[in-house]
């Protein structure tokens, strides 16, 4: 698990390659365990910072900035090595890199506007990319469906490599 974090920031800006399944899914598991970390912490700070105000003290208010602020630089510190392991998983699977911004484009139309149909829309395009994500390597390309071109793909760190 942690091998599969130190490649995710390894390879954050390299896109010419493939990621498996477990390269993938252990970073975004740790993500998750971080920010829910995160959130539990904001929450007591916070809950204790709104019950110190009330008793009529000032402490604590900026230990829940500082909580903002790591889980705001967190959040864009994983931009890069997101979008890098979204596109290497979909080369993975047999698809375009630029499946990705598809699907990021859809997601922004069909969010932009407060509708149920709009709503239902952006539920099955997420739902799509999920099961995309969850696909064997090379799914879609061993049944003839896309062919896509490795010629000039790299070598990245990978817990596939390690065998």
């Known amino acids: 698990m942690f091998k599969a974090y130190k490649y995710y920031w390894q390879n954050a800006f ?29 929450a007591i700070v916070g809950y204790a910072s709104v019950t110190s105000i ?14 903002l602020f790591v889980m705001g630089v967190f959040t864009i510190a994983n931009i890069f090595p997101g979008i890098a392991i979204s596109i290497r998983r979909f080369r993975d699977i047999g698809l375009s890199g630029w499946a990705v911004l598809v699907f990021w484009l859809l997601s922004i139309i069909f969010s932009s506007e407060e509708s149920g ?7 099955v395009v997420e739902i ?36």
């Open 117 to 123: 149909l709009m709503n239902s829309l952006l539920a």
């Open 54 to 67: 009330m008793n009529g003290y000032a402490n604590g208010a900026w230990l829940v900035m500082f909580l």
């Open 14 to 42: 390299k896109y010419r390659s493939t990621s498996s399944r477990a390269d993938f899914w252990w970073p975004v598991l740790v993500n998750v365990i971080i920010y829910l970390i995160l959130y539990l912490l904001l």
């Open 128 to 163: 799509i990319q999920l099961v995309l994500y969850c696909l064997p390597s090379g799914y879609l390309s061993k049944r003839g469906w896309w062919s896509p071109n490795y010629d000039n793909d790299i070598q990245v760190p990978s817990l596939r490599n390690e065998n």
